[in-house]
């Protein structure tokens, strides 16, 4: 199998539109919130997350035993594969899509089938997922709106492809949910085999600490955590999410920000004449053309870093929104390499 090799190191200090991570930080009560609760013996033991799970599960409206707390989506995904996939197994992800579907699949030695979403506009397959169910298909992973296309399903969409997959597991990836305001979260209350994974690497600021959840009817969460390690959420993770949660009127502002700065980079692309994909999340994907190395390798060297996609969508690069004044900093340097 290929590796996954994101470009992860020597980003500090400069200007980071290329993970479409919060710009700024998590809230600063956050940050109070651990000093307060940490001293040396609270890091000489185990970590325990009765406190997290009730408060997250209070948060998400649903019981504790509907909640898998995970080390990022990336155990989440990691977890259902390790539950649900077997070697050989039929698993269907889409392309372009957040790697990792495929990654743990592969390590699980499944048989990955990968969809295209539409090549115009990028729009959500849904005839063709529809109809590339098959009886013994275990697992179909799906992000919604989805990284790095922009583009998203509506609920009643994938309410179709669970129930024409009633031997999959289906995971609707939430990692953007709080820029599209598009929750499928009721779908647990009717459907077995769906799952929903949330994280608080993007909007709320807290990536480096890697948490998130997995939240689907109980009989499947008591499933997952038999195939999960009992510590893989460290400690100040399972503390600070307690404080991020409390903190709405943070995440509603930065969200509030990044709207605006995404019509700020609509009207910038557009006066340079740039195509783009209209995005449900906090990033652009643009149309460099057969430039897009080179636009990307320019802006490093202006100190903003942006991701190529060209790798998969030829000519693609992806831009995080960040604040107004970053995306007018972008866009000032795009315009001058342009
Ligand atoms: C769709 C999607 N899911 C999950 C993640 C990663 O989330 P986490 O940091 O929670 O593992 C990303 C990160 O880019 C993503 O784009």
Same mark, same amino acid.
């Given at each position: 199998m290929a590796p996954y090799k994101p470009p992860?190191?020597?980003?500090?200090?400069?200007?980071?539109?290329d993970f479409n991570?919060?710009?700024?930080?998590?809230?600063?009560?956050?940050? =109070?919130?651990?000093? @307060?609760? /940490?001293?040396? #013996?609270?890091?000489?033991?185990?970590?325990?997350?009765? %406190?997290?799970?009730?408060?997250?599960?209070?948060?998400?409206?649903?019981?504790?035993?509907?909640?898998?707390?995970?080390?990022?989506?990336?155990?989440?995904?990691?977890?259902?594969?390790?539950?649900?996939?077997?070697?050989?197994?039929?698993?269907?992800v889409l392309h372009p899509s957040y790697a990792m579907y495929r990654f743990?699949?592969e390590?699980?030695?499944?048989?990955v089938r990968e969809l295209s979403y539409r090549p115009d506009d990028l729009?959500?397959p849904?005839?063709?997922?529809?109809?590339?169910?098959?009886?013994?298909?275990?697992?179909?992973f799906?992000a919604?709106?989805n990284n790095p296309t922009g583009t998203?399903?509506?609920?009643?969409?994938?309410?179709?492809?669970?129930?024409? =997959?009633?031997?999959? @597991?289906? /995971?609707?990836? #939430?990692?953007?949910?709080?820029?599209?305001?598009?929750? %499928?979260?009721?779908?647990?209350?009717?459907?077995?085999?769906?799952?929903?994974?949330?994280?608080?690497?993007?909007?709320?600021?807290?990536?480096?600490?890697?948490?998130?959840?997995?939240?689907?009817?109980?009989?499947?969460?008591?499933?997952?955590?038999?195939?999960?390690?009992?510590?893989?959420?460290?400690?100040?993770?399972?503390?600070?999410?307690?404080?991020?949660?409390?903190?709405?009127?943070?995440?509603?502002?930065?969200?509030?920000?990044?709207?605006?700065?995404?019509?700020?980079?609509?009207?910038?692309?557009?006066?340079?004449?740039?195509?783009f994909y209209?995005?449900?999340?906090?990033f652009v994907l643009f149309r460099a053309g057969d430039?897009a190395i080179?636009i990307r390798?320019?802006?490093?060297?202006?100190?903003?870093?942006v991701r190529d996609r060209s790798y998969e969508l030829p000519g693609c690069v992806r831009v995080?929104?960040?604040?107004?004044?970053?995306?007018?900093?972008?866009?000032?340097?795009?315009?001058?390499?342009?």
């Amino acid at each position: 199998m290929a590796p996954y090799k994101p470009p992860a190191e020597g980003r500090a200090g400069k200007l980071r539109l290329d993970f479409n991570e919060n710009t700024v930080g998590c809230s600063s009560k956050v940050l =109070a919130y651990l000093k @307060a609760h /940490l001293e040396r #013996e609270t890091l000489a033991v185990y970590p325990e997350y009765s %406190a997290t799970r009730a408060a997250l599960a209070k948060f998400f409206d649903l019981d504790e035993s509907q909640l898998v707390v995970t080390n990022g989506t990336d155990e989440a995904i990691q977890v259902l594969v390790n539950t649900y996939v077997d070697d050989g197994d039929d698993v269907i992800v889409l392309h372009p899509s957040y790697a990792m579907y495929r990654f743990y699949s592969e390590v699980a030695g499944a048989s990955v089938r990968e969809l295209s979403y539409r090549p115009d506009d990028l729009a959500f397959p849904l005839e063709e997922l529809l109809d590339a169910i098959r009886p013994g298909t275990r697992a179909i992973f799906l992000a919604n709106p989805n990284n790095p296309t922009g583009t998203g399903a509506d609920v009643d969409s994938l309410r179709r492809i669970i129930e024409r =997959a009633p031997s999959a @597991a289906v /995971l609707i990836d #939430e990692a953007y949910y709080e820029f599209s305001g598009v929750t %499928a979260i009721d779908t647990i209350r009717e459907y077995p085999n769906v799952f929903i994974s949330r994280t608080f690497s993007k909007v709320y600021g807290m990536a480096a600490m890697r948490i998130g959840c997995l939240l689907t009817r109980a009989g499947n969460a008591a499933y997952l955590r038999k195939g999960q390690s009992p510590y893989s959420v460290n400690l100040l993770g399972a503390i600070a999410v307690r404080a991020a949660i409390e903190d709405s009127h943070y995440v509603m502002s930065y969200v509030a920000e990044v709207m605006l700065a995404r019509d700020l980079v609509y009207d910038g692309l557009r006066r340079l004449g740039i195509p783009f994909y209209p995005s449900m999340a906090n990033f652009v994907l643009f149309r460099a053309g057969d430039r897009a190395i080179e636009i990307r390798d320019k802006l490093r060297d202006e100190g903003i870093l942006v991701r190529d996609r060209s790798y998969e969508l030829p000519g693609c690069v992806r831009v995080t929104i960040g604040r107004q004044d970053q995306m007018r900093q972008f866009l000032e340097a795009l315009g001058r390499i342009w």
